[in-house]
C-alpha cells in the first residue's frame, strides 16, 4: 500500500516558524488518515517574534497556534489523539493544566507531560498527532 | 466535521491515572487503527496511588499496567508498534531495559528513551503507540 506523504501549513505566514526560519522541518505531515504536528512554541500571530510571556500565556499562544494550524488545513482541535508537551519548569505544569482544559473542556486527547530543556528560553513546546480521516481532503 | 474522541479509560479505576489526579486528559484515545495512550507512571495497582521505587520497579508496574490497559481495549503488549520512555536518569538505562526486556521477548516495537524530568519525582515514564 502507497501511502502518500503531504505537507501542511499555517495559514498565516507569520506563523510557519519551520520555513520562516529555514528550518529542516515541517509544520505538519499527513500520512493516509493521521496528521503528525512538529512541536510548536510560543509565537505570536501578529510580529512572528517568541512571546516569553507567563507559562499560561505561552501555553494559550501554542494551543492558539496549533488550532490555527489545524483549522487551516480543514481540521479541529477536536480531531486531536495526542499531545506531547514538554515544560521547560514541572513547578508550573498546574498553570498549564488550567489553560489546557481550557482548549480540551471535554473528552480530551491523550497527553504526555515531561520537563525537558528548551531553546531561546521557552518555557513550553507542544507536538501532537491528529486523526482527521478524510476530513480537508 | 467534528470527530468524536474514543476515549480509552481503563476498567479498574486504580489504573487510571489523569482520573485519580485530576488531570485534564485521557489515559488514552483509539483513533481507527491506533491506540495511543498517555505516558503512565507507576501506580500501586491496589491504592491507585504515585509507587515511587527504583527504575525497575516503576518500570514493571507501568508495563504490567499498560498490559491491562491494552488489553481491555483489544489491543496487546505485543501489538505495540512504538513506546517512548522518559527516564529521570540516563545512567540507569541498564535497570531499566532489564526491567523492560521481558515484556517485550521477541520483535519488540520501536522505542525512543530520553533522560527528563518527570513530574511528582517519579523515575520513569512511559508512552505508547499499539496498533488496536
Redesign the interface.
Given at each position: 500500500m502507497a501511502l502518500n506523504r503531504t505537507i501542511h501549513e499555517p495559514s498565516n505566514p507569520v506563523l510557519n516558524v519551520s520555513r520562516r526560519e529555514g528550518r529542516p522541518h515541517s509544520p505538519s505531515v499527513r500520512i493516509g488518515?493521521?496528521v503528525f504536528v512538529s512541536g510548536m512554541v510560543p509565537v505570536s500571530p501578529q510580529t512572528g517574534l517568541r512571546t516569553q510571556g507567563p507559562i499560561a500565556d505561552q501555553v494559550a499562544t501554542v494551543l492558539s497556534n496549533m488550532q490555527h494550524l489545524l483549522e487551516s488545513n480543514g481540521w479541529?482541535l477536536?480531531?486531536?489523539?495526542?499531545?506531547n508537551i514538554t515544560l521547560a519548569n514541572?513547578l508550573e505544569?498546574d498553570d498549564m493544566?488550567r489553560v489546557?482544559?481550557k482548549f480540551?473542556p471535554d473528552?480530551?486527547?491523550?497527553?504526555?507531560?515531561?520537563?525537558?530543556q528548551l531553546s531561546f528560553g521557552n518555557l513550553v513546546e507542544i507536538e501532537c498527532?491528529a486523526?482527521?480521516?478524510d476530513?480537508g481532503r | 466535521?467534528?470527530?468524536?474522541?474514543q476515549?480509552i479509560t481503563p476498567a479498574d479505576a486504580k489504573l487510571d491515572i489523569p482520573k485519580t489526579f485530576a488531570?485534564?486528559?485521557?489515559?488514552?484515545?483509539k483513533?481507527?487503527e491506533?491506540i495511543?495512550?498517555?505516558?503512565m507512571i507507576a501506580v500501586d495497582p491496589s491504592t491507585g496511588e504515585r509507587a515511587h521505587g527504583s527504575v525497575v520497579d516503576e518500570t514493571t508496574l507501568i508495563l504490567r499496567a499498560m498490559a491491562t490497559v491494552l488489553e481491555a481495549s483489544g489491543s496487546s503488549l505485543a501489538k505495540v508498534v512504538k513506546t517512548?520512555v522518559?527516564l529521570h536518569s540516563m545512567l540507569e538505562l541498564e535497570d531499566l531495559d532489564r526491567a523492560y526486556q521481558p515484556f517485550f521477548a521477541s520483535a519488540p516495537p520501536a522505542r525512543t528513551v530520553?533522560g527528563?524530568?518527570?513530574?511528582n519525582g517519579m523515575k520513569v515514564?512511559i508512552?505508547c503507540i499499539a496498533l488496536a
Open positions: 488518515d493521521y479541529s477536536d480531531h486531536i489523539v495526542r499531545l514541572l505544569a493544566w489546557f482544559r480540551f473528552n480530551p486527547p491523550a497527553a504526555t507531560l515531561m520537563g525537558m498527532v486523526y482527521v480521516g476530513a | 466535521m467534528t470527530a468524536k474522541r476515549a488531570l485534564p486528559y485521557a489515559t488514552g484515545v483513533a481507527c491506533f495511543f495512550l498517555s505516558g517512548t522518559w530520553c527528563a524530568r518527570i513530574n515514564q508512552d
